[in-house]
Each structure stands twice: as structure tokens, then as C-alpha cells.
């Protein structure tokens, strides 16, 4: 498989302090590659460095050999790098469908003002990003709830509203922030089985998670950070049978591994 986005002695010191330390991985085309460690162990810095909502200290995110890091997050999104929507960026008084249309528009800067501004070539382009929502739409389960009003929705559906408006802006890599976090069981596992369905579609998949069952069910593969480090690498099974993993979660407050 093809080398999608390459992390390479990624860094990050806030002061005295190294949160992401001399991090390289790779994330190849069509995976579902999951970054887990212990509470602080550097996930959400690493998660701001690929999207460039953080500048490393040093090192590099390259995106198809295009070197992104350094880029303002919007423009790294517009090559194809997209975190999904949390919930404080969804319009909560906009239909479900208008949320990803608006999210078509983004694309263009342009055309989202002509979508305001109700201009001819915005109505011909709405009809066409019209089609690709109700596609997002009825592929993430959320077509009979298109005509709802977004904060009408449960949090299950909110979470799933967040990935079809990444989707419309039409990313190589989708970077997912606890996808899993405050749902239950059932919600779980409909998420688990919705993001496998994507990279059947052919997408590739950045996720950082605490829900160790589920990263387990998901994943391609995992890495595990500790202490701003990478300490392991592997397949899911390889993984619960690491012994640096074992004893970095035994020796935190975290949750146990799912072994
Ligand atoms: N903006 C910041 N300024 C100073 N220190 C920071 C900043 N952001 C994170 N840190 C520190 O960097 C370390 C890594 O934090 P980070 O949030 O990346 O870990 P994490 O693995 O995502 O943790 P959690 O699982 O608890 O969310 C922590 O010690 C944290 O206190």
C-alpha cells in the first residue's frame, strides 16, 4: 500500500515541556490507522500538528510528498487534510442538508459568498453540491433526518452530522478526534461500523481515541504514544500483546488496553 501522509521527527515543546517528541509514522492509502496512549501522553498536540492547527518545533507532515506542515489549517484542509466538525462548528439552527451544502461551499470561498448572496452561479452550483449532500447524507444513515433542524439532533447523529460535513469538503485523509467519546455501546458500534464503511469506500482514516474496544475493532492499525514518544507500531493484535504498551497502561490512570 501507498504512503498517504508521512509524519517524520514531528516535535512539539510548550516551554520546558516536549508533548510530542521526535514522532515518524506513516499513514497509508485506504487504513484506518488509530493514535492511543495515556492521559497526556501527546495525542491531541499530535492530532493539532497534522492539521496544522499547531506549528511543530520541528520535523514534518508531508501529504503525498507535499510538505504541509506550516500551512494555516484552512489551507492544509483545502489539500486534502480535514478534521471533522465538532459539534461547536455545526449551524445548530440549519437543517441537517443545508450544514453540508454550506460544507460544499467551503471548497470556494466564492461560492459561499454567492451562496449568501443568493447569486445565479451559486444556485446552479447548489443543485449539484444539492445531489452530493443527499449522497453524504443517505451513505452516513442520516437521510431521513436531512430536513431536520441540526440541534434537534441526538448526540449519536451530531457526531455523524460532524463526519458528512468533513466529507463535502472532500478530503484524501480524514483525521477523527474521539470519534467514540460520550457514546453508548449501540452508538459505538453503529460509529465503528459507519467509519469502516468509508474506508471501504476507499478513504483513509487518522483517528486518536480513548474507547480501547473500539480502536481495537477499527483499526488497521495503532500507534501508541507515551510521554510525547512513540512506543509501538502495529496491528491490533500486535499491539495488546506489547509489553511496553501493557506497562505504559498499568502504570497510568487510564482505562485498561482491552485485554
Ligand atoms: N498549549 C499547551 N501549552 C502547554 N502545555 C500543553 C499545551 N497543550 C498540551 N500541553 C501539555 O502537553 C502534554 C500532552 O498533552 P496532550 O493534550 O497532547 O495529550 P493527550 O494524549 O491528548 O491527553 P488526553 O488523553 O488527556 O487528552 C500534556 O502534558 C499537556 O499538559
Do not use: C, W
Not at 511543530?56 to 506542515?69: D, H, Q
Not at 478526534?177 to 459507519?194: C, I, K, L, Q, Y
Request: proline fraction near 3%; glycine fraction near 8%; avoid cysteine.
Amino acid at each position: 500500500m501507498v504512503d498517504l501522509l508521512e509524519v517524520s521527527g514531528l516535535t512539539k515543546r510548550f516551554g520546558g515541556l516536549v508533548a510530542v517528541n521526535n514522532v515518524s509514522f506513516s499513514v497509508r492509502e485506504k487504513e484506518i490507522l488509530s493514535v492511543i496512549g495515556p492521559n497526556g501522553a501527546g495525542k491531541s498536540t499530535l492530532f493539532k500538528l497534522i492539521s496544522s492547527f499547531l506549528r511543530p518545533t520541528s520535523g514534518e507532515v508531508r501529504l503525498k510528498g507535499e510538505r504541509i506542515s506550516n500551512l494555516a489549517p484552512h489551507i492544509a484542509a483545502r489539500k486534502g487534510v480535514v478534521r471533522t466538525f465538532q459539534e461547536t462548528t455545526i449551524f445548530k439552527n440549519m437543517s441537517v442538508r443545508d450544514n453540508v451544502i454550506i460544507a460544499h461551499h467551503l471548497r470556494s470561498r466564492a461560492n459561499l459568498f454567492g451562496f449568501f448572496l443568493g447569486t445565479v452561479a451559486a444556485k446552479a452550483d447548489e443543485a449539484a453540491f444539492g445531489q452530493s449532500a443527499d449522497d453524504i447524507l443517505a451513505l452516513l444513515g442520516l437521510a431521513s433526518l436531512a430536513g431536520e433542524t441540526a440541534r434537534n439532533l441526538p448526540h449519536g447523529h451530531l457526531r455523524a452530522l460532524g463526519i458528512a460535513i468533513g466529507l463535502a469538503t472532500n478530503p484524501s485523509i480524514l483525521l477523527l478526534d474521539e470519534p467514540f467519546a460520550g457514546m453508548n455501546h449501540d452508538e459505538t458500534m453503529r460509529m465503528v461500523s459507519m467509519v469502516r464503511r468509508l474506508r471501504d469506500l476507499g478513504l483513509t482514516i487518522l483517528l486518536v481515541e480513548h474507547d480501547m474496544p473500539a480502536v481495537m475493532k477499527i483499526s488497521d492499525r495503532v500507534v501508541v504514544l507515551n510521554f510525547g514518544q512513540k512506543i509501538a507500531e502495529g496491528t491490533p493484535p500486535e499491539i495488546q500483546a506489547n509489553d511496553k504498551v501493557i506497562d505504559a497502561y498499568l502504570g497510568s490512570e487510564d482505562e485498561a488496553i482491552g485485554l
